[in-house]
């Protein structure tokens, strides 16, 4: 499947809080499940994740288990000037996901 | 007094019949609110991949090669399934497409592939009514259908109407037992954390009284789905669906 969905407005005004929304997919398995045989299944969950914009940081997560499958993270930043918002995270297993977008302020 | 219990009884009769709504009215808000937000339901990753699939040559061919762009498929899933000589689901009238027209190995019917495949075609007829023609010689797979639906199966000795009829509106656990109307597969569903078909959530139902679920492409669960489908008619297509 996609393996990200990222919705956010292209332009802004100078100052506008500017909504992000992102779809990871992603099984965010917890660690605490068995499978078929009876093993437990090793915990990969999506544990950091980090959102600059411009090259600064606005957000950063420490996500723990009990996060459901396929995450949805919205949160919000304001618009200062044109740039490029940028996202990384990166799972149990060493997998690392990225998604951005241009931002146009003005 | 009597005639007032009269009237009452022919009430509850009418009310039942007019009272035909989707789960999504016995969804909690919070999951109503998943699947009105196209950028929070989950089931649009499925629907991006269908996207991409479907522009994808296999054999020589895509989809778009014959249908042009998925905007074409309007209307079709709101038919689903279709009666040609047997009752046809969706997933495999896309597995006949590429056996016959594209010369490809079918895909497995709860595989990713062809859940983003119908998650596509089927969001391509939301919010129109359902309308599964059930006419003419299809009569007698609606009957047999309606049979299926209404018979006792499994250790608990249950029939889907028991529920899904009888107790619809009540409450199961958490959630209210919903009417039972396949009108948003495929459909992202909290429990399994993922995208499912209709055959997924017919066994779930079928282990759940403790019943052997009929097998994959057996012609008792396409006669089910197909009176499910026609039971379904009127209601409006909400491909992705997002159910608790």
Redesign the interface.
Known sequence: ??RV?L?MKKTAAPGEIVEV?L?I?H??ESGQRKDETGQMVKRNIIHSFRCTYNGAEVLRLDLHPAI???P?L?FSLRAEKSGTVEMRWVDDEGAEGSASAPLEVG | MRRLLLLGAALLLTSAAADKHSGYVDASPAVQAMQDDD??N?G???V??GR?LWEQPVGGKSCASCHGAPAAMRGVAARYPRFAGRPISLPEQVNQCRTARQGAPALPEEG?EML?LTALIGLQSRGMPVAVDASGPAQAALEQGRALFEQRMGQLNLSCAQCHDGLAGQRLGGSRVPQGHPNGYPEYR?EW??MGSLDRRLRGCMTGVRAEPFPPGSPELAALEFYLGWRANGLLVETPAVRP
Do not use: F, I, R
């Open positions: 499947m996609a969905l919705h929304k779809l997919s099984p965010m459901a499958a396929n949805y919205a | 950028t929070a989950p649009m990753l499925w991006e991949q991409a990713d983003a909290l954390q993922g």
